[in-house]
């Protein structure tokens, strides 16, 4: 019972590591749709967040399997509670990936991203492909050094998330109304995305060491809203 | 046991209703602060939502409570995972209540609400604490007609939304780019608000009938994507 319950845990994080490579995969491409219009690249995006959610569900279910055949308790019964909870996060980031995949839709045959912020997004997406690829690391590999990575690379982001407002509000900026809805949009989905990683990895590191804050989630938020403030 | 277990499910009810309950309130506040630049009244909405965090925090640590103790299986066990699912979504309902809050906050003294969109704002919050307090008569009653009047106020939602957009980027927009900036987050987060609503009503309709609709969620997203691009 025991060695088949530990398949099934295995089968689990073997799930839930395709979805973060499925995930990577997406944000890499939402990235390039976005900087440069590729709109056939934009469906393509859009298409495959079908395949995360179907894969999303498929996990809830195994895991819901998991709890009534196996009824595990204490530890383990948290790390299919916690499997649960990720592969929601990476469910929602692929809708991250799809969300900024529609603008790049939506605009063209126009650039989606707006003048001036170019190199902006483009790093904000190299980031976040990072974050993506280091979380499924993470889920692979359980190494929570990992989890560090991804929080030091959430704060780039989070900056850059910063500098994009301090730019559309800044005396100098020249964009239409436009570029202003998008250039805030794009930049929330990026952030957004890069959050629910964060999440994510903070849930290993609780299962891992039972050191578990919360209310720490929205500290980028915060720190956006403040810059917004500032800007 | 299965008198115990009745008493741990409707304790777990119990404090998904007060959850509902706290995030109407938040909503209500939220509205009133936004429209009124009122910053005493965004602090409280800030200090409220950590109230809503813990209430979540501990409502998931009795369910996982009831997992391990009670070993629930078949519906019972979709009814604790279910309330898991349902505890998040009304923790990100009273998120989005503090981001409006946050944006009073942050504009003030000038009014966060952007000129010109005052009313549509107004209306959006009404409509959001309609939703919200169906929501927590639905988690009480688990009267299904109130699924469908959450889903109706959600399209309603969603048109507001789209109106939002359609305001913004219209010739006749004279805002800053500051306005531009509040319009599209403000109205984003009252719109994400609603469909926390729908999604937790969905779940609520799931485990009363087993007919189960995933991909739906997004919807109202794809009808606000398109708008903002036939705008």
Redesign the interface.
Known sequence: MREVFHQSLEDLQNRLVEIADLVTVSIDKATRAFATSDVALAEEVIADD?KI??LA?ALDEQA?EI??RQ?P??RD??IV?TA??VS?SLERMG?MS??IS??AR??FPERAVPKGLKGTFTKMGELDVEIARTLSELLRTQDLRLADAIRNTDDDIDELHASV?EK??SDN?K?E??A??DA??AS?YHERFADHAVAVAKKVVYLATGDWH??EE?IA??VE??E??HA
Chains 1, 2 share one sequence.
Request: glycine share 4%; proline share 0%; no cysteine.
């Open positions: 079908a959610d179907e569900v819901i709890l009534a009824q308790v204490a019964l948290r509670v649960l909870r929601a809708d799809e969300h529609q603008l939506l605009r407002f559309v509000l900026w964009g109304a436009t202003t809805v805030t949009l929330r919360v209310d929205d938020l915060a809203q403040q917004l403030g």
